[in-house]
């Protein structure tokens, strides 16, 4: 158990280097996208996010569109039988919906390796009159090219965005405690701030413990120091 940590170099290469997307960041950035989108001469009917990640950028984009229509569609390495698949897979499809006249855009949060929204507009290809895709950020190690980005990282790194932070920061506080084996909530935040480069409040934290431990998989005892259960 580390209740006091004397050297953060030990954590440097445990945890990837990170950035933080704020709500401002991510309004400016699809705007900027809705604008090369429009300037390129594209138009779309309907726009389908690609749950979960895309849906709050599919949401912000049509209005910017100022469109009515949207669907989902959701990929995961678990497919309805709870296996696991190296290689994404349709989750949920398409609802019983004809898009056969309709010109779509696809939109996803992050491309990293490309898989998802490769198997995506495979999916989607015959299904639709004319097809294009946009990712609000794509990885340099992306297989797959999309006709719109807003944000293209030359250097890999985890994207902190709005929607999935909480969920991020539960794994990376869980392994925070299984190195450590058990440490304070100030201990956590200098952990991720130092080797993820990014800006932690404590509020943050002690939502995902509060959450951990709703669960029943962390512990705080009487020196307040955190474990896993």
Same mark, same amino acid.
């Given at each position: 158990m580390v209740t006091e940590i004397e050297s953060l170099e030990i954590f440097d290469k445990k945890f990837p280097k990170g950035i933080r997307l704020c709500w401002e960041d991510i309004e400016e950035a699809l705007w900027e996208m809705y604008t090369s989108i429009i300037t390129s001469g594209f +138009?779309? +009917?309907?726009?389908?996010?690609?749950?979960?990640?895309?849906? $709050?950028p599919a949401r912000i984009l049509l209005d910017y569109f100022h469109k009515k229509y949207i669907c989902t569609v959701q990929m995961g390495h678990w497919d309805k039988t709870s296996d696991f698949s190296e290689q994404p897979v349709m989750v949920y499809p398409l609802p019983e919906v004809d898009l056969t006249r309709q010109k779509v855009l696809v939109v996803d949060d992050i491309c990293?390796?490309?898989?998802?929204?490769?198997?995506?507009?495979?999916?989607?290809?015959?299904k639709v009159k004319e097809l294009? /895709?946009?990712?609000?950020?794509?990885? /340099?190690?992306?297989?797959? $090219?999309?006709d719109y980005c807003a944000r293209r990282l030359k250097e890999w790194c985890w $994207?902190?965005?709005?929607? /999935?932070? *909480?969920? +991020?920061?539960?794994?990376?506080?869980e392994r925070i405690l299984q190195i450590t084996g058990g440490t304070k909530v100030e201990n956590i935040i200098r952990i991720l701030? *130092?080797?993820? *480069?990014? +800006?932690?409040?404590?509020?943050? $934290?002690?939502?995902?413990?509060?959450?951990?431990?709703?669960?029943?998989?962390?512990?705080?005892?009487s020196d307040r120091v955190w474990t896993l259960i």
């Open positions: +138009d779309p +009917d309907v726009i389908i996010g690609v749950a979960r990640g895309g849906l $709050v990293d390796e490309g898989h998802t929204m490769g198997q995506v507009m495979k999916y989607l290809g015959d294009r /895709s946009s990712v609000l950020v794509c990885k /340099s190690e992306s297989s797959f $090219v999309p $994207v902190f965005l709005p929607w /999935s932070q *909480h969920e +991020d920061l539960i794994s990376f506080v701030e *130092h080797s993820m *480069h990014i +800006d932690i409040g404590l509020p943050e $934290v002690e939502r995902v413990l509060f959450d951990m431990k709703h669960a029943g998989e962390v512990s705080e005892d």
